[in-house]
């Protein structure tokens, strides 16, 4: 039973502190959790608890013990019986002992004294067992909603099955902090504050409770060494530390594991005590600790504006505008070293995976990609695109005198920053009509890679994809467009077969996440390693498995081919739409086709649809076109989801949040490789490999549809339908 009610409580709270507005869907495991809370708390022999809807009193949940009836099967069944009769009565209002406690908002407590006999003489008649005691107490906030009534201790209590005054304590406080929640998912427009929140979290987790700082010792120093980008990011407030590795923190989901587990991760420290804090306290003590924070930032927000506004005045001001190269070399000499460093460090706490800094005719546009989207941050003077370009160039060792051409580097930002902010930023400048452009891709090496199953492949496509990275020797290819999911599959693949028998060997250009037990290599150009290079070198290192970051040239295929058909088993990446067409781009670089056929395990394909917000996400029907689309792809045909236009706190209005994997997979076969040597179309190809099983990348994602992980607009606009189904 403790275990229930435990794994009921994870849910639910996770469910409380994500959900800006629950809905009457989750009402039941509501319910369900304060009707687990209240048998376990009180050793109760039978619990009932009513709602009110309407005129009428509900039988909204009822529990007997198994100690009613113990090894008798007969009475079992009709326990279970009567309980289901119950669930489908209704009573008027102000009917019986329950109808008065709700009228009255009063607790009742009867006794098995000599004046209430005849009660539980009556009591006992109707129950089937018999009564001993009896607690009823309202469910109330500003209004009466229900009550819970407990029938008897059990045996083992050693109360001889009687409540005390203090059982009636603890179920009024139950029936307390379960009310608010209860009547938050019943009212839409009922309001639950933080504060509230976090009272119910520590009752039902069983945690301290903190509402005010000066109910805890805060370490100044500690709180400055985490930093306010991981604090803000993972929701964890360190305020203590108990050891030189362990720390006492404020958490307002303490069941958030996964990020105890980001938190300890990126700041190596060890979570030993957690206590439960409403989110205003830990963002007040945030803005309180960091003053760059101004007054109404979100939260997960770091403050550029200040920073933008002393650059802006200074370039829009007569004779103002030009900064000295002296000015470059340490944050606190300039405000564009200190804007530089806040740029990226709001993009990394935003969850951003790229950051354009773009000059315009009249002005510099700062853009993140969140989600897959662009979505512009920040406008500048123009003035100061050479200025921050230099400044980036500096971090990224680049010519600064260059500007006519692209160039390519590397920013590890730690030594930036005195923020705990372990990334790495690949870096890419060109030359636009109206200057430099710079984009930056966010490689954040405290992130760890993700289990296959979380990537969003089917479970068709999983159990084929697993059997083939477990092949002994042959070529594994992931296709789609920059940003499409492809490494994070790689690697993730490469996580769930590393063992220490097996050796296995990167060639990376760059190194995106540091893999234990791997071999990992850094491609550099402007020395000469490069992909073929570093491929022949680790022909000749007894390799298992080689990882080559992307096959770009033909001296590259030709290897990785070769590699293929002598024992190796090779995982790369190409550009490519689809997965039949990989074929034919190696072909187009030089690899013969009964090579291809005979070295080829399986192609991905993959793309990354935004997931619609669940929390706002809306239901709808489709029709017309949808429809159409919908059973022509996956011959189905139901209820949907679509993204709600004003979105919600959750998703930042835009009604997505997060992202799911869609996925191609055509693994080789006999039909298959005949194709491949006769040079037939890749639309013929893709009709064979969909004979064999393959589900298109069309298909995947509306797949992705009905599961209500994403929507019928954002699947089209990534992929369109197949003419060929």
């Keep these: 039973m403790a275990a229930i009610a435990h794994a009921l409580r994870r849910s639910l709270l996770i469910k409380v502190i994500s959900k800006p507005a629950p809905s009457r869907e989750d009402l039941q495991s509501v319910v369900e959790l304060s009707a687990s809370k209240v048998v376990e708390a009180l050793q109760a022999q039978s619990m009932t608890m009513y709602l009110v809807e309407g005129n009428d009193i509900i039988f909204r949940h009822v529990y007997y013990s198994p100690t009613l009836w113990g090894d008798n099967k007969a009475k079992e069944t009709q326990f279970k019986e009567t309980a289901a009769k119950l669930l489908a009565l209704k009573l008027p209002l102000g009917k019986g002992i329950v109808g008065r406690v709700i009228s009255s908002g009063a607790p009742v407590f009867f006794r098995n004294t000599e004046t209430q006999v005849p009660f539980m003489t009556s009591m006992t008649q109707t129950t089937g067992f018999e009564v001993r005691s009896m607690l009823t107490v309202p469910l109330k906030t500003n209004i009466v909603i229900g009550a819970i009534q407990v029938l008897n201790k059990e045996p083992s ?348 060997q990167t060639a990376e250009d760059p190194i995106e996440y540091t893999l234990a037990g791997i071999n990992q290599m850094q491609m550099s150009r402007a020395i000469g390693l490069t992909f073929a290079r570093a491929l022949r070198c680790y022909l000749r290192m007894d390799p298992d498995i080689i990882l080559v970051g992307e096959i770009r040239d033909e001296e590259t295929a030709g290897i990785a081919v070769e590699a293929a058909l002598t024992g190796h088993l090779l995982v790369s990446t190409l550009h490519t739409n689809d997965a039949p067409s990989t074929v034919a781009r190696i072909g187009e670089m030089g690899v013969e086709p009964f090579n291809i056929s005979a070295s080829l395990v399986c192609v991905c394909a993959q793309r990354l649809l935004r997931r619609v917000c669940k929390n706002c996400k809306q239901p709808f029907e489709p029709e017309g076109r949808e429809k159409d689309l919908i059973e022509k792809a996956i011959g189905w045909s139901g209820q949907i989801f679509k993204a709600n236009p004003q979105g919600c706190p959750s998703c930042g209005g835009t009604g997505y949040k997060g992202r799911v994997g869609i996925h191609e997979l055509m693994v080789n076969s006999e039909e298959l490789t005949e194709g491949i040597n006769k040079e037939v179309e890749v639309a013929h190809l893709k009709r064979i490999a969909m004979k064999n099983g393959m589900k298109t990348l069309h298909q995947d994602s509306i797949l992705k549809v009905k599961m209500g992980l994403t929507t019928i607009e954002e699947a089209l606009s990534n992929v369109p339908p197949d003419l060929i189904l």
């Design 157 to 504: 209590s050693g109360t001889g099955g009687s409540f005390t005054d203090n059982d009636l304590t603890l179920l009024q406080e139950v029936a307390e902090y379960s009310s608010t929640l209860l009547q938050r998912m019943m009212d839409p427009k009922f309001q639950l504050s933080s504060e509230d929140t976090a009272k119910f979290v520590a009752k039902l987790t069983d945690l301290p409770l903190v509402t005010k700082p000066e109910e805890i010792e805060i370490d100044e120093k500690l709180v400055e060494v985490v930093g306010d980008a991981l604090i803000r990011r993972e929701g964890v407030f360190p305020h203590k530390r108990i050891s030189p590795n362990t720390v006492a923190v404020l958490m307002a989901n303490p069941l958030d594991y996964a990020k105890r587990e980001a938190f300890q991760q990126a700041s190596e420290l060890v979570i030993e005590e957690v206590r439960v804090a409403p989110a205003t306290l830990i963002e007040a003590l945030v803005k309180k600790f960091f003053k760059e924070s101004k007054p109404g930032a979100q939260e997960g927000d770091v403050d550029i504006s200040s920073v933008a506004e002393v650059i802006s005045t200074a370039y829009n001001s007569d004779g103002g505008g030009e900064i000295s190269a002296s000015d470059l070399e340490s944050e606190d000499s300039a405000p564009i070293i200190q804007l530089t460093n806040r740029i990226i460090e709001d993009a990394y706490v935003s969850g951003a995976s790229d950051i354009h800094i773009e000059p315009m005719e009249k002005d510099l546009l700062i853009r993140y990609r969140i989600d897959g989207l662009c979505q512009e941050k920040l406008r500048l003077p123009k003035q100061v695109t050479n200025a921050m370009v230099t400044r980036l160039k500096i971090m990224c060792n680049l010519d600064i005198a260059e500007r006519r051409l692209p160039q390519d580097g590397r920013i590890v930002f730690k030594k930036y920053t005195k923020k705990n902010i372990d990334i790495d930023l690949r870096v890419a400048t060109g030359p636009m009509k109206d200057g430099e452009k710079v984009v930056m891709r966010i490689l954040d090496k405290s992130k760890s890679t993700l289990p296959l199953p979380a990537l969003g492949f089917s479970d068709e496509n999983l159990a084929r994809y697993r059997e083939c990275i477990r092949q002994p020797y042959g070529m594994i290819l992931h296709c789609g467009p920059t940003g499409s999911g492809k490494s994070m599959t790689l690697y993730s693949a490469l996580g769930e077969v590393n063992t220490p028998d097996v050796n296995i």
